[in-house]
Each structure stands twice: as structure tokens, then as C-alpha cells.
């Protein structure tokens, strides 16, 4: 039986190349949904923080749907230099991912006042905390959600990790 690896990278790669995209257009949405208030220059210099973390991650949704989209083209039209640019870019984006999980894991786990810090951001924005609220969360027990949240990221991220 002849096992068709070439539909099952067009499938993939198009399948890449669209929740690039949806998530590109999902982060950059949020981003202009929160609210900030600043209340002084510490509190601006955060929030420049945090925007330039919204815009590297849209940053490297663009850039993973376009490599998914060249690597689509180039599974389609048969042309050898498209396939080898995706595959380098999904080598790159597998050792990321991986070092991304282990930086992640080591400063959510060692640095006491990041919960603490997550957790106040998160109260100054109302509307996100209202709809949150639906599932349980609260200012009382951010912490212990915050904590869940990490471990089911880097589950996630392992998951990911292993399938690629």
C-alpha cells in the first residue's frame, strides 16, 4: 500500500498556513481590545513591554503562515527550493518552540511575583474579568489559575513538539 505523503503535506501545510493566519488576526484583535492605564512612567514602560510581546507574536504567526503557504506552493507545483525553505523554516520553528518551552517553564516557575503581577494586570481590565468570569476566574483565585494556565501550556507545547 502506497502511503500518500504528498496529500498529507499539502493537507498540513494548508491546514498550517490557515491557523497562522486565524491566530495572526485573533492576537492582533485582542491586543487592541485591552485597556491600559497608566498611572506612571513604570506603568508605560510595562505596557510598551507587553505590546511589543502582542506584536512579536502576531510577528511570528505572519511569518509561520506565510512559510506554510510557501511550503503549500511549493508541495503543489512541485518546486524543490519552496520545500526545502519550508523545511528549514519548520526545523527553526520546532527548535523555538522547544527553547521557548523551557524558558517559559524556568521563569513561570522560579519568579515569585510574576502570578502576582499577571494577576493585578488582569484586574485593571474589566471586560476581560467579566467574561473570564464565566469559567471561574476571579481576583481570589488568579494565582492558582495562572499556575493551571502554565501547565497546560507547556502541555500543549510538548504536544506540539512531539507531533512535529
Known sequence: MRIPYRSISLA??????????????????SSRSLRWDLDSEADALRVDAVKLVW???AL????AATASTIGFVGIA????????????????????MLVSAVGVSYASFSSVTLKSEVC????????????????????ENCEYWFERAVVAVLGIILVFVVVR
Open 12 to 29: 498540513a501545510s494548508l491546514g498550517g498556513a490557515l491557523l497562522n493566519v486565524g491566530l495572526a488576526v485573533k492576537v492582533l484583535a
Open 120 to 139: 493585578e494586570e488582569l484586574g485593571r481590565q474589566p471586560e476581560l474579568m467579566r467574561d473570564m468570569a464565566e469559567s471561574g476566574l476571579n481576583l
Open 77 to 96: 507545483r512541485n518546486k524543490l527550493s519552496y520545500v526545502r525553505f519550508f523545511r528549514d523554516y519548520s526545523i527553526a520553528d520546532f527548535m523555538f
Open 55 to 57: 506584536g512579536l507574536l
Open 60 to 63: 511570528y504567526f505572519a511569518a
